[in-house]
């Protein structure tokens, strides 16, 4: 069956710290995607990657920055956690947008 | 750019009944619709998706329509179950090589026993 993993379903880290949220799927997709998912505001994308070592803004990224340095590993960072920035974190691939996204379990992050 | 509009934010059915779930899309020249459940807890999973050149698509209780004139595409549930309560996606996005699907806001379907 195919996969996306998030190496953390719950995550709690403080202000101020440097997090790594890990995804990894392993349908050889071209594309992969980061969202933050918040009650009332729905899927907000935060970065995408087409390639590897290419990296594109969405919709959210100012405080977040991606690492792509493989095909199969899509990697979030929270430069310095603000409390802001709690929420419920989706990963996602696709072979192209024609073809549908599979998604992540999700990492739910909280910032104390 | 693209924009997607999910109404009602919640709706509420008794099992057994049907449920309708309606989006508009704004970009006419997206071409691909496709309707994802959240279940709580996990992420959203693809349950049925339609392309523009088809306006109905059946897959046993649930079945999408597309009405590419008015811009609108609806999720149909028939015979809805307890299991079927959930957060319910839409989306849209058109060909190339680097497009990137456009999500409404969601919403959450309860089904009462």
């Known amino acids: 069956d195919v996969k996306v993993t998030q190496s953390s379903r719950y995550l709690v880290k403080r202000t101020g710290e440097k997090v790594f949220l890990e995804c990894v799927q392993d349908?050889?997709?071209?594309?992969m995607f980061w969202y933050r998912q918040d009650p009332g505001l729905g899927l907000r994308l935060i970065y995408f990657?087409?390639?590897?070592?290419?990296?594109e803004k969405g919709d959210i990224p100012e405080g977040y920055s991606v690492s792509r340095e493989k095909k199969e590993r899509f990697s979030l960072i929270l430069e310095s956690a603000s409390t802001n920035q709690t929420s419920m974190y989706l990963c996602?691939?696709?072979?192209?947008?024609?073809?549908?996204?599979?998604f992540g379990s999700g990492t739910r992050l909280t910032v104390v | 750019g693209e924009n997607v509009e999910q109404h009602p934010s919640t709706l509420s059915v008794q099992e057994g009944d049907s449920a309708v779930i309606k989006c508009t899309y704004s970009?006419?020249?997206?071409?691909?619709f496709p309707w994802y459940k959240q279940e709580l807890g996990k992420g959203p999973q693809l349950i049925i998706d339609?392309?523009?050149?088809?306006g109905e698509k059946k897959d046993q209780r649930i079945a999408v329509t597309l009405n590419k004139t008015a811009k609108h595409f609806s999720l149909h549930i028939t015979e809805t179950q307890p299991e079927d309560s959930a957060v319910y996606f839409c989306?849209?996005?058109?060909?190339?090589?680097?497009?990137?699907?456009?999500f409404g806001k969601g919403i959450t379907l309860s089904v009462r026993p």
């Open positions: 996602a691939s696709s072979l192209d947008a024609y073809h549908g996204y599979t």
């Open positions: 349908m050889d997709h071209e594309n």
């Open positions: 990657s087409y390639d590897v070592k290419m990296k």
């Open positions: 970009d006419s020249a997206s071409n691909y």
């Open positions: 339609i392309r523009s050149n088809v």
């Open positions: 989306a849209a996005s058109k060909t190339g090589a680097n497009s990137k699907l456009t």
